[in-house]
C-alpha cells in the first residue's frame, strides 16, 4: 500500500483533462527520444507509463500528470543510479527509466517469512538515497514541516490518535536530526530488484528533513494483514532501528506520525484509513509501555 496524496472528486474534470494531455506528451516523447513501443501504455491515478526499447535496451517511459510526480522525476535523476533505478533522458513532465523487474519481491519476502530480510534491504537502500553528493539537491524538494500540513487540521477534526501524533509530529519537526535527501514513500512495492545493481527505488515523493521520517512507512506494509500481525510492529522496530541506527523510541515517534499524518490524507480523501490508525495505535501502546 502507497500513502499518497489523493486527487479530490471536485478535480475529476481537470483530471480527464491532464491525462489527455498526459496521452499526447507520451506519443511526442515516443517521437522525441526515438522509442520503440515495448507493451501497451497504462495510467495510474498521477502518470502515464509505457514500456519501451531505447537504444536496444528495456526502458520505462514515464509522463507526470502532477508536479509531485515531476518533483520525484528531478529526485530520481539527481540520484543517477545510486540506490534509484537510472534516468536515461528527463525533460518536463517526461522521465526515461531503465526497465528493472518490477514483480513485488519485497512484499512476498515480507509475507513468506523474511519479513526482516526486506526490512533490512528498503534500511539499505536508504542509506545509499540519505547519502550526501558533491552537488546540492533538486530546489523542489518539499521541507517535512511543509509534508505535515494536514495532519493539525485532521486532529483537530478527528482527535483520537490523530491528536498524539500531531503532538508527537510537532516536536519532532522542531527537533529533526541528521536532515537529509528524503525519498517519502519508502515501502517494500517501490524497492524493486535491480539484479547486478542491487534493490533500487522508485517513486520518490522527493522531501527533505529528519531521515527518521523515511523508515516510518515500511511499518505500514506491504500489506494491512501483514502490517497487522500480532507483535510484527515491535519485532520490526528492533529490525529497523538496528539497521537504519535510530534509536527505537524516536523511530516509534517516527511511526507515530507518520501514521497519524497517512490517516489524515486517507480520511480527508473518503478512504479506508485501517492501517494507518492501527499502525500509529500500536507504536503509541509500544513507546508508552
Not at 553528493?133 to 517535512?144: E, G, H, K, N
Request: with cysteine; charged share 20%; net charge negative.
Amino acid at each position: 500500500m502507497s500513502n499518497h496524496h489523493n486527487t479530490a472528486p471536485v478535480q475529476e474534470w481537470r483530471t480527464a483533462a491532464a491525462f489527455r494531455a498526459g496521452d499526447q506528451q507520451r506519443k511526442h516523447y515516443l517521437q522525441q527520444w526515438q522509442l520503440g513501443p515495448d507493451g501497451k501504455p497504462f495510467k495510474t491515478y498521477a502518470c502515464w507509463l509505457q514500456p519501451v526499447r531505447y537504444q536496444q535496451q528495456p526502458a520505462m517511459l514515464k509522463i507526470a500528470l502532477e508536479t509531485e510526480e515531476q518533483r520525484g522525476g528531478l529526485l530520481m535523476a539527481y540520484w543517477n543510479g545510486t540506490g534509484a533505478v537510472k534516468v536515461l533522458q528527463q525533460h518536463g513532465p517526461a522521465l526515461l527509466l531503465e526497465r528493472v523487474n518490477s514483480t513485488p519481491l519485497l512484499a512476498e519476502m515480507a509475507r513468506n517469512g523474511q519479513d526482516a530480510t526486506a526490512s533490512r534491504i528498503i534500511c539499505e537502500v536508504a542509506d545509499l538515497l540519505h547519502a550526501p553528493r558533491s552537488t546540492p539537491p533538486p530546489a523542489q524538494l518539499v521541507p517535512l514541516e511543509k509534508w505535515f500540513d494536514e495532519l493539525r487540521p485532521a486532529a483537530d477534526k478527528y482527535g483520537g490518535i490523530l491528536g498524539d501524533a500531531q503532538l508527537i509530529a510537532h516536536d519532532l519537526l522542531r527537533h529533526q536530526q541528521e536532515i537529509s535527501i528524503l525519498h517519502g514513500d519508502l515501502h517494500h512495492g517501490n524497492v524493486l530488484d535491480g539484479g547486478n545493481k542491487g534493490w533500487l527505488a522508485i517513486d520518490p515523493k522527493g522531501l527533505w528533513g529528519d531521515r527518521g521520517y523515511d523508515y516510518a512507512n515500511i511499518f505500514c506494509n506491504p500489506d494491512q494483514e501483514t502490517a497487522g500481525t500480532p507483535g510484527r510492529l515491535a519485532g520490526q522496530v528492533a529490525v529497523v532501528s538496528t539497521a537504519a541506527r535510530i534509536e527505537p523510541s524516536r523511530l516509534l515517534r517516527w511511526i507515530i506520525a507518520y501514521g497519524g499524518l497517512s490517516a489524515a490524507w486517507s480520511l480527508n480523501a473518503g478512504e479506508d484509513a485501517t492501517i494507518a490508525l492501527r499502525t500509529a495505535e500500536t507504536a503509541y501502546a509500544l513507546l508508552s509501555s
